[in-house]
């Protein structure tokens, strides 16, 4: 793979599609491990607090501020439903820090991601849906599309990172390319 002074899309491989049509799959720890962290009690590791009023899900996500004077943000993002399919025309990471979402109100929400690095295949591309239980930790530099939910206005708790520096990368998609993501019927 060629390293990228700026971070881009790679035109498509020879062979490679001309447009992508991704249907979101069901996010599972496994099928993110290489993007970080599902926030979510099943299948976690728990124990009884409080009495045994309250059960920790203990230890879920890696919060990853980044080098330097940066600290932890907490942050609500309040946000309006995309239509489908998303077409997916940019894609951003974070490169100082990690970036979590998760919802207050049981909101499922689509996941588009890309392995972090300088050049982005159309090919890497990968779209999840969650099952409204779940909330996700993109790894510091990893790509993602911004947050999008397609049913109706939710709220999530943000968590990333504050600080000196530039910390979102943007890549745009070359217009040959057509990359859109639908749920499963
Ligand atoms: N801009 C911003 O803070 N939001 C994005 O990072 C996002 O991933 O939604
Ligand atoms: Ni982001």
Redesign the pocket.
Known sequence: MLTIASPTFLPPTPGAPAALELVAQPLTREAFAAFGDVIESAHSRSMPINGGMTTRFHDLARVDPGPGDSRVLV?I?ETLPYALPLPVNML?R?PLGS?A?VPMDGSRFLVVVAPAGDAVRIEDIRAFVTNGRQGVN?ARGVW????VVTQQRASFV?I?RGGAGPN?DEIFLPPVCAVRVSLAA
């Open positions: 942050n993002f951003e974070h970036q979402f993109y993602h599309h911004p947050l943000v990333d979102c």
